[in-house]
């Protein structure tokens, strides 16, 4: 099992910039691919970027040149810089863990962001 705690959500202002921070514990060493998800309200999921542990992402266009993923393997977190921030990123952020050998996803509760003026 993996264990995922997402922090650094709240609220700020159009162009803002933000941290969210996510912790994974538990069996952490099968884990590769890390992420970052969203759920803006009463829209669908979606997957906003991803980083594995060689270091190697991917961005959702609608991010990309504003939001960095980045990952810290030996404190087993992954962060996502937020800058830019514009009203349709409002959203609850999750972060994600796939299982390299099963692949098996693990989810945290999720962390909400708003931006509004």
């Known amino acids: 099992q993996v264990q995922l705690v997402e922090s650094g959500g709240g609220s700020v202002q159009p162009g803002g910039s933000l941290r969210l921070s996510c912790a994974a514990s538990?069996?952490?060493?099968?884990?590769?691919?890390m992420g970052w998800y969203r759920q803006p309200p009463g829209k669908e999921t979606e997957l906003v970027a991803s980083?594995?542990?060689?270091?190697?992402?991917n961005y959702a266009d609608s991010v990309k040149g504003r939001f960095t993923i980045s990952r810290d393997n030996a404190e087993n977190t992954v962060f996502l810089h937020m800058n830019s921030l514009k009203p349709e990123d409002t959203a609850v952020y999750y972060c994600?863990?796939?299982?390299?050998?099963?692949?098996?996803?693990?989810w945290g509760k999720g962390t909400l962001v708003t931006v509004s003026s």
């Open positions: 994600n863990a796939e299982a390299s050998i099963t692949g098996v996803n693990y």
């Open positions: 538990g069996s952490i060493f099968n884990i590769n691919l």
């Open positions: 980083i594995t542990r060689a270091g190697s992402t």
